[in-house]
Every structure is written in structure tokens, then in C-alpha cells.
């Protein structure tokens, strides 16, 4: 199986992902794809030899479509059997999605259907959760919605803060999303559930 991944930013999860593609893995990495030149992932990912490319969304501000018919190009030449975004922060059009309908993936840092959307990690602590964690789903038209194909799940300490909360979530992050990948790729659909 062929994966391409969507970044934005320093790819964290794409490096645990890709990492993870190795051996008998039924997948191999195709593609990393950024909507930021300046992606520090795209440089971790040139250095494990994986194709990148970058379509900078800002030259397209206001046209979502036109900023998705070029990131198209790239992504449709590397023809993936799997598109996984990993840390993507750009919003994608239901048209753009329904043409990877079934064969996307998301990580979302919060236990899902909890806390959609940004800022998490400040929203359930501000709510007094006890627990949280991050999600992988099957990326549809809705944000962050979805099929839950894994979750991890931590207990919220005390004096937690946004930022020390999302240090440990991200950690659950890099276990979970390769363990989801790779129970996908092979067809597998139970839900990977860590804590
Ligand atoms: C992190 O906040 C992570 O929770 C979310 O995207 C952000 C950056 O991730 N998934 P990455 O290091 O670029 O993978």
C-alpha cells in the first residue's frame, strides 16, 4: 500500500509513521505534501528519501478550491492507497475529501466525539475532564467526524496546563497512529484502543 501524508508544521507524527513502514508493513511512505513551504517535516522527510512537495495555501486566501485543485496534482501523481493527514491544519472541502472517501485519515488530539476543532487540550482542562487523549478517524465531509478507527486515553494531572497536557497526548499520538496505519493497510477496521 502506497500512503501519502499531509503537514503543516514540524511532522511529528509523519516521522513516527513513516518510521513505522518498515519490514513485513503492508504500507510504504509515497509522498509527504505540506501547505507550508517552510514545513520543517518536509526536510525530515527529504532526509528519509521520501518524495515531498508543497502547495502554499496563502497565495489562494479565500479560494479553498483553487488551493485544492493544485494540492491535488502532487497528491494524484503519487497515486496513494492511503492519504494520511498527520498535523494538517488546513480545512478541506467535502469535494476534495470525497475523492479519498474511505482511504483518509486523521489524528485529532481529544478522546472524539469530545472537543472538536482547535485548542483541545485547554478546553478539557478548562471543562475539569478527567481524562483526555487524541483520536484517529476516517476523514469525512464534517470536521473531525468520522469512523473512530483508534483512540489513546491518559488521566489529566493536576496542574496540568495546555502545554504539558499536549506533551503527553502527543506522545500517545506516535503510538497510536502507526498502530492504526498499520492495522488498516491491512484491511483490519477494529479500533486500536491504548491508555
Ligand atoms: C500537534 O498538536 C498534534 O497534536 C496535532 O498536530 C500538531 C502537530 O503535529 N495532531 P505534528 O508534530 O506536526 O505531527
Redesign the pocket.
Known amino acids: 500500500k502506497r500512503v501519502a501524508i499531509l503537514?503543516?508544521?514540524?511532522?511529528?507524527?509523519?516521522v513516527s509513521l513513516v518510521d513505522s513502514m518498515t519490514g513485513n508493513h503492508p504500507a510504504r511512505p509515497c509522498l509527504v505534501l505540506s501547505n507550508d513551504p517552510q514545513a520543517s517535516?518536509l526536510v525530515k522527510a527529504a532526509d528519509r528519501g521520501i518524495p515531498t512537495a508543497a502547495v502554499d495555501h496563502r497565495p489562494f486566501a479565500g479560494d479553498r478550491a483553487a488551493f485544492e485543485a493544485e494540492l491535488l496534482k502532487p497528491l494524484e501523481q503519487a497515486q496513494p492507497d492511503i492519504v494520511c493527514l498527520?498535523?494538517f491544519m488546513r480545512v478541506l472541502t467535502g469535494d476534495f475529501v470525497s475523492r479519498f472517501q474511505g482511504r483518509m485519515l486523521n489524528?485529532h488530539?481529544s478522546l472524539l466525539p469530545k472537543y472538536k476543532g482547535l485548542n483541545t487540550h485547554a478546553r478539557a482542562i478548562e471543562a475539569g475532564d478527567a481524562e483526555h487523549g487524541c483520536s484517529v478517524h476516517e476523514v469525512t465531509a464534517e470536521l473531525d467526524d468520522g469512523p473512530i478507527l483508534g483512540q489513546a486515553r491518559l488521566a489529566i494531572e493536576a496542574g496540568d496546563t495546555a502545554a504539558s497536557l499536549?506533551a503527553r497526548?502527543?506522545v500517545f499520538?506516535h503510538k497510536l497512529y502507526p498502530a492504526v496505519l498499520r492495522r488498516y493497510a491491512s484491511g483490519d477496521r477494529n479500533p486500536v484502543l491504548l491508555s
Open positions: 503537514i503543516s508544521g514540524g511532522g511529528s507524527n509523519m517535516g498527520a498535523g489524528i488530539p499536549a497526548v502527543l499520538e
